[in-house]
């Protein structure tokens, strides 16, 4: 029943980057960010898109073919925060960025719970 809130989106020109954060509701416990977290995004008239996910210590993560070697994803437990850092976006980038959580291995969208609101990430010049 976590509810996880994403910020940190805007407006950036090609090559430019953004950090994302991912954070427990206001509303929520803070003690039940333990688990696998999820980046998600979605671009108008295209299917959510896994992105990246990180292991509940941190230790270990995956990154969708796409943004391999330009999106970094890391968390903070003591924060109850996960990041995702952007690096070299390219227009094809622009997207609403979701974040939730998930006690599986997996980038599979049905598999997640607690998704945030979104927030918008525009690449253009």
């Known amino acids: 029943q976590l509810q996880l809130v994403e910020s940190g989106g805007g407006l950036v020109q090609p090559g430019g980057s953004l950090r994302l954060s991912c954070a427990a509701s206001g509303f929520t416990n803070p003690s039940g960010f333990t688990n696998v977290i999820g980046w998600f995004r979605q671009a108008p008239g295209k299917e959510r898109e896994g992105i990246s996910f990180i292991n509940r210590s941190g230790s270990l993560a995956n990154y969708a073919d796409s943004v391999r070697g330009r999106f970094t994803i890391s968390r903070d437990n003591a924060k109850n925060t996960v990041y995702l850092q952007m690096n070299s976006l390219k227009p094809e980038d622009t997207a609403i960025y979701y974040c939730?959580?998930?006690?599986?291995?997996?980038?599979?969208?049905?598999?997640?719970?607690?998704w945030g609101q979104g927030t918008q990430v525009t690449v253009s010049s």
């Open positions: 939730a959580q998930t006690s599986h291995w997996t980038l599979r969208p049905e598999f997640y719970r607690g």
